[in-house]
């Protein structure tokens, strides 16, 4: 560590922490280690059945906060909340977005946030293009793996998996490699982006969040990096499995509930996003690859068919929000002072 400590030095930073019924040993690992490197922490709860402010570390540690919503409103609602909180306060200058489950290697927040400045003198000196976000490098709980990237190859989208060197990859530039699209969890973003491009569609509820919000910022003239050597231990989908035939290939797998919204999401984000013709064939190939598999091979495949036949008609409809499985009406999400007008 250098001479000043990581919350010193990344004081201006606070941690956006989304909760809906998280599991305790989880949060009480992913706190503390975020009250180690950032300068303050606000957790969102989704209305979780369980109290979480029992969860909150103690002996008055006041650089951490609990906002409490009464019930669900998904995960773009809740980030928008906790970043307009942090966005209040005049010693935020970064807010840093991360699931309940992840997990941040030590010193991830500072290269983070050594990253930017760089970007920003880079920019200033070289390029004008500024960045609208920087990522770690998301390892699998589970696996120990590095997850691959989405990069822009030639025009069209690809998954790309860094080099053991990242100097050796002509897409890592001397912040970090530009990438399409960044999770949220784990990611930077300068106060100042927040102001100009908004935050998340809060009427996405869940699923495609993240996406949108980086495509609105690429469409904006921004870019995206992924830091090598900042790393977040995260988990993706609720188990994962690898298609042996297909090398390293792995499928995230969640539940048919999720089915709905990504199929739903998608189709409102081709309509909420300006993109080249490639990243709609991309998208729309994506969902058929998405049916076929889960289909052919996933599990409970008769709910599945039913999600996402239902996702397709609410996405052609521009039907949103928090959808309610009993009547299979959608319940509306209303705007926070962060969502993108339009």
């Known amino acids: 560590m250098s001479a000043s400590s990581d919350p010193d030095f990344c004081r201006d930073v606070c941690a956006v922490v989304v909760t809906y019924n998280p599991e305790p040993d989880s949060l009480a690992a ?27 570390p103690g002996g008055g540690e006041d650089r951490i906060e609990l906002v409490r919503n009464d019930r669900n409103l998904g995960v773009a609602a809740a980030q928008n909340a906790g970043a307009a909180r942090a966005m209040a306060t005049s010693a935020c200058q970064y807010v840093m977005f ?44 589970r696996t120990g793996e590095a997850s691959v990237l989405i990069v822009e ?45 908004r935050g998340m569609r809060s009427n996405y509820f869940i699923d495609h969040v993240d996406t949108e919000w980086c495509l609105r910022a690429r469409a904006a003239g921004y870019r995206l990096l992924v830091v090598p050597e900042a790393r977040l231990h995260h988990r993706l989908g609720d188990s994962v499995k690898r298609l042996s035939p297909f090398g390293r ?40 690859e998405f049916a076929g598999y889960f289909l052919m091979f996933g599990d409970q495949r008769g709910q599945r068919l039913a999600h996402m036949w239902l996702g397709i008609q609410h996405g052609l409809r521009r039907v949103s929000g928090r959808l309610d499985t009993t009547t299979r009406l959608c319940e509306a999400i209303s705007a926070t002072e962060l969502d993108p007008v339009g």
């Open 30 to 56: 992913l706190l503390p280690a975020l009250l180690a490197q950032v300068g303050h922490v606000i957790v969102v709860d989704n209305g979780s059945a369980i109290d979480v402010n029992r969860l909150l």
């Open 153 to 197: 190859q030639w025009g069209w989208p690809g998954r790309w998996l860094p080099p053991e060197r990242p100097s050796s990859s002509p897409l890592h530039g001397a912040a970090g490699y530009d990438v399409s699209f960044l999770i949220a969890s784990g990611s930077m973003v300068p106060v100042s982006v927040l102001r100009t491009i």
């Open 98 to 141: 991360t699931d309940q489950d992840s997990l941040p290697a030590p010193h991830m927040v500072r290269r983070l946030r050594e990253a930017l400045l760089k970007a920003d003198r880079l920019a200033t000196l070289q390029d004008p293009t500024q960045v609208a976000a920087a990522g770690p490098q998301s390892v699998d709980i």
């Open 249 to 288: 290939r792995r499928v995230f797998y969640h539940s048919p509930l999720r089915d709905y919204y990504m199929f739903r999401n998608t189709l409102l984000m081709l309509r909420d996003v300006p993109m080249p013709i490639t990243w709609r064939l991309h998208f729309l190939i994506r969902l058929l």
